[in-house]
């Protein structure tokens, strides 16, 4: 019973789609015997009207478009660095704590942050940076791993997020950002 009524609701919808094509068709072709009938500088005018509006419109409704993707991206640029900025900041701390304060940071300070930054980011972040962040987790996890495997892992993390907030990275390297905060990266370039 149920296969037979879905049949009979596809042969109704191909039939109504029928309708409605050959309804177009001939739409079209009565408007060119209109036009065909018209005076040449009357079909020209009007053909010129409607060429006039059809851009009109085309050109507020893209220009619409386009206006309300950007302050949409704007908006989540906005959420987004704020973020990204929080992130950078740790790591530098969790990096460079032992030599300005002497101690390491905690494990229960780091597992904090993580799960505040994890959240923020299944929220804000883009495609890529979720699918990076959650790799280099797992893979940072993992204690058999050389350190500079990790160190690279994170730039490509790094990178990802200045692509995210709108920057290009054409001429940035493997190891151009590392070597920002890391001295000797030219020995595992």
Not at 5 to 13: E, M, N, P, S, T
Not at 84 to 90: Q, R
Not at 104 to 132: A, C, P, Y
């Amino acid at each position: 019973m149920k296969k037979a009524l879905q049949f009979i609701y596809l042969i109704i919808g191909i039939g109504i789609t029928l309708s409605v094509l050959y309804g177009f068709y001939l739409l079209i072709m009565k408007s060119f015997e209109v036009f065909n009938s018209l005076q040449t500088e009357v079909a020209a005018a009007i053909v010129a009207a409607m060429a006039t509006i059809i851009v009109s419109v085309l050109s507020v409704t893209i220009g619409k478009y386009l206006e309300r993707k950007r302050v949409i991206e704007n908006e989540l640029r906005e959420k987004k660095i704020p973020m990204y900025e929080e992130f950078v900041e740790f790591y530098f701390d969790l990096l460079m704590a032992k030599k300005i304060n002497g101690k390491e940071m905690t494990q229960k300070e780091m597992m904090k942050f993580f799960n505040r930054f994890t959240q923020k980011l299944m929220v804000w972040g883009s495609d890529e940076v979720v699918k990076l962040w959650s790799n280099y987790r797992r893979e940072f996890a993992l204690k058999d791993r050389d350190s500079m495997e990790n160190m690279f892992e994170f730039e490509k993390l790094l990178l990802a997020i200045r692509k995210d907030t709108g920057h290009k990275n054409k001429h940035i390297e493997k190891a151009d950002l590392l070597g920002l905060f890391v001295n000797d990266i030219n020995k595992y370039k």
